[in-house]
């Protein structure tokens, strides 16, 4: 406990009330009235002493709140006679602890402050990555070292300026859509970083990774952050992977054989032309798909097709294999795998060389060269013809539907003659690949003509023919042809009907899909009709897609 006692100032204070009654006695006694004056004089003591009695509390309140000051946990004695006095005591009191946590809080908060900017001044002067400090702007306030010894410029030198003026005027465009999510004026093109030419002081080109980030307000005056890591090295390696990479498929590009590299899963990494070729599949469609149950590749044993075991084939040479067409033809295939692994560790590659045998068919009537299309690989007439009249000796009724379309293609002849027939038979193929592509592998594709194509859809209704022959228009419409530059598109008109129980003969049957052609043909092209057969007589029904 503290003890109440008079502070050093009290008699200050007594001497400063004794002038005050020493002064009206000297007053009095000027103006004539000495009485009074020392009777006033001789109450001196007694004033002084009320004085001091009544002022006590008071007076001891400076070296209390002193001894606060200084210990604010104290426990204050009572301030006898002056609760008032003792009230401004305590609410001092609580003041001065409230101010002390704070100003202890304080304290706490600088030293993390301190502790903050030195970590942060050494990850600025120490990291690898170039960093660039912005304002709202875009204007350049502050780069750390990695920056001034990536671009060649001090931090005087770019201070003030646009982060624009460090890339190559090529990459500008592209600087410009990293900003726009940033700026709210639209959507990038890509996000995440990105790879930009930075140029050097001394013109040198150097390509850097750029990330983009916006700071909190608090930070201000800056406004973004850009990091910038240096990918020359790696560029140049990949340029050069690339180009590698590059003349080796350019080499088996120009291999006769059908190449196929898959990974040891047998995931399809690449088709060489003469794979996508014989086995009528667009790189697209199988890339990163298994290869094996998309390819109907039988080992023959005796006089039967046995699918081969799942999964890829083991390195080596097999022979005695055979590949059914999608028209249901069969070629003779030798298969030859080499597995190619970098280390133990790594992933391995498998090549995959398939060889076509002399004989181009092993089973069937006619000759494989007789009942297809040399130049798209496809069924010929007589051969599409021959599977539709076998439909027909058929009981219809008792079958799952069957559909017939014919592919009409739109101004070929004019394509032919003003591009060319180089590039007519480049789009003949392409027409045939996109064909295959809508079908599956029980139907028929066949190439009827020099610019008409058939199909026959098995197990498939007038319906589902309609939304397939649709995509197939739909597919020929959006496909561009490229050559030298120069692009060239086809349409198609297509009409297809539904086998029924009174079709008689295959003329019957094209008699109607003329029909549909024409209907197509007339109302503008490009369009798909659907041409239903009737139970009696009079006109067919037509439907328009």
């Known amino acids: ?250 080499l088996l590009d120009a291999v006769q054989e059908a190449v196929v590299l898959t990974d040891e899963q047998g995931r399809v990494q690449y088709l060489n032309p003469a794979a996508t070729a014989l086995f009528a599949m667009g790189q697209e469609a199988v890339s990163g798909r298994c290869l094996w149950p998309l390819l109907p590749l039988y080992r023959v044993a005796g006089s039967e097709l046995q699918p081969l075991a799942d999964g890829p084939p083991k390195p080596g040479h097999h022979g005695g294999l055979v590949l059914v067409g999608t028209t249901g033809e069969h070629r003779a295939i030798e298969l030859t795998v080499v597995s190619v692994r970098e280390d133990d560790t790594g992933p391995g590659l498998r090549i995959l060389l398939f060889r076509q045998r002399d004989e181009q068919a092993l089973t069937g009537n006619v000759d494989w060269a007789q009942s297809h299309d040399p130049l798209t690989g496809l069924a010929n007439r007589a051969a599409f013809e021959v599977r539709l009249e076998e439909y027909l000796q058929q009981n219809l009724e008792d079958q799952a539907p069957i559909v017939v379309a014919l592919v009409d293609l739109d101004h070929f002849r004019q394509l032919n003659e003003q591009a060319g027939r180089e590039v007519g038979d480049q789009m003949l193929q392409q027409v045939a690949r996109i064909l295959l592509h809508n079908v599956r592998r029980c139907d028929l594709v066949a190439r009827l003509g020099a610019d008409e194509f058939a199909l026959l859809l098995t197990g498939c209704d007038s319906q589902r023919a309609l939304l397939i022959t649709e995509g197939i228009r739909a597919d020929l419409e959006k496909y561009r042809l490229e050559v030298d530059g120069q692009p060239y598109r086809i349409t198609a008109s297509l009409g297809l009907t539904e086998l029924s129980g009174q079709d008689q003969d295959v003329q019957q049957i094209f008699r109607r899909l003329d029909e549909g052609c024409y209907r197509s043909k007339a109302q503008g092209r490009n369009l798909v009709s659907l041409v239903e057969a009737v139970s009696g007589p009079g006109t067919p029904l037509h439907q328009n897609l």
């Open 1 to 250: 406990m503290i003890t109440m006692k008079s502070a050093p100032f009290a008699y200050k204070l007594g001497a400063l009330a004794a002038l005050a009654v020493v002064l009206p006695v000297a007053l009095l006694i000027w103006l004539g009235h000495p009485r009074a004056g020392l009777l006033w004089l001789l109450s001196l003591p007694l004033w002084v002493g009320l004085f001091l009695s009544l002022s006590k509390p008071l007076l001891a309140l400076p070296e209390q709140l002193h001894r606060l000051q200084q210990e604010p946990d104290l426990t204050m004695a009572p301030m006898a006679g002056d609760p008032e006095a003792e009230v401004v005591l305590v609410r001092f009191q609580k003041l001065l602890k409230r101010h002390q946590k704070a100003l202890r809080k304080s304290k706490r908060l600088e030293k993390e402050r301190q502790k903050s900017a030195l970590l942060y001044q050494s990850l600025w002067g120490l990291t690898a990555s170039g960093a660039i400090l912005l304002d709202d702007q875009r204007r350049i306030l502050s780069v750390n070292p990695a920056l001034r010894i990536l671009c060649g410029y001090e931090n005087e030198e770019l201070a003030g300026q646009e982060a624009s003026v460090l890339w190559a005027p090529e990459d500008q465009k592209l600087a410009e859509l990293i900003w726009q999510p940033l700026t709210g004026k639209g959507q990038a093109s890509s996000q995440g970083s990105h790879s930009l030419r930075l140029v050097h002081k001394d013109g040198d080109i150097r390509w850097v990774e750029l990330g983009v980030q916006e700071l909190p307000e608090l930070c201000a005056p800056f406004k973004y952050l850009m990091l910038l890591r240096d990918i020359s090295g790696q560029k140049q390696a990949l340029d050069l992977l690339h180009l590698e990479r590059r003349k080796s498929l350019s």
